[in-house]
């Protein structure tokens, strides 16, 4: 069973598409995030929610907006797809926030807009 | 702004060699963690270490944390191809503030056989 699943693997599509990207995990977990890894493997974190409500939005364009309806679940939707948006997104999930605690990763989905 | 600088950035070694990978930083974090990503997967949680000059092993791996709780190191021994990966070092906030885990950019480290 896989514990963070996200759904498409792989997306190509045109710059100026919306398109979004679910994830769900199985694993009980409060908080869930989604992170952004770039073409020089930088992982940095967009956004976290725990129990559904959004506790960390770092500096992201409000293009992105992530959508959680319930605590296993945290979708990602992007509006006006932008060149600069090709990227890895990782959804992930742990127990309680950051503190010590075990960030399960997702497999990543791989965007790539032209 | 908390940092991690990782070094070195790309590693490519023999069979059997060791190495140390190094994370640094100026500021003092509650834990740290280390991670492996293989490619067109996600990270993986290989350790996590809490406190100052902490040791941890993992079979050929050693972690550890500096005393000041800024600074780790992941050691090999004797690596295998299996080691390939990308490995990451990630700094847990200090507990009561607001803050995120920070990632290191990484170390690509490739074992030749």
């Known amino acids: 069973d896989t514990a963070v699943s996200q759904t498409p693997k792989y997306l190509v599509t045109q710059m100026g598409n919306d398109k979004s990207i679910k994830c769900e995990q199985n694993l009980g977990h409060d908080t869930m995030y989604w992170y952004k890894q770039d073409s020089k493997k930088f992982l940095k974190i967009m956004f976290s929610y725990n129990n559904k409500e959004l506790i960390i939005n770092e500096t992201v364009p409000n293009r992105f907006s992530p959508k959680s309806p319930d605590k296993a679940h945290l979708n990602l939707h992007i509006n006006s797809l932008e060149l600069g948006d090709s990227a890895v997104y990782f959804c992930?999930?742990?127990?309680?926030?950051?503190?010590?605690?075990?960030?399960?990763f997702g497999e990543g989905s791989w965007l790539t807009v032209v | 702004t908390q940092l991690l600088e990782q070094s070195p950035q790309f590693l490519s070694i023999q069979e059997g060699e060791n190495l140390t990978v190094y994370c640094n930083s100026s500021s003092v974090f509650s834990s740290l963690q280390w991670y492996r990503q293989e490619p067109g997967e996600g990270p993986v949680l290989l350790v996590t270490?809490?406190?100052?000059?902490e040791v941890k092993k993992l079979k050929r791996l050693t972690f550890q944390f500096g005393d000041a709780r800024k600074d780790s190191s992941l050691h090999i021994t004797a690596a295998q191809p299996g080691d390939t990966g990308l490995y990451l070092c990630?700094?847990?906030?200090?507990?009561?503030?607001?803050?995120?885990?920070?990632f290191g950019k990484g170390t690509k480290l490739s074992v030749k056989p």
């Open positions: 990630a700094g847990a906030p200090p507990r009561g503030s607001q803050g995120n885990l920070i």
């Open positions: 270490v809490v406190t100052g000059g």
């Open positions: 992930a999930s742990s127990l309680m926030g950051f503190s010590g605690n075990t960030i399960y």
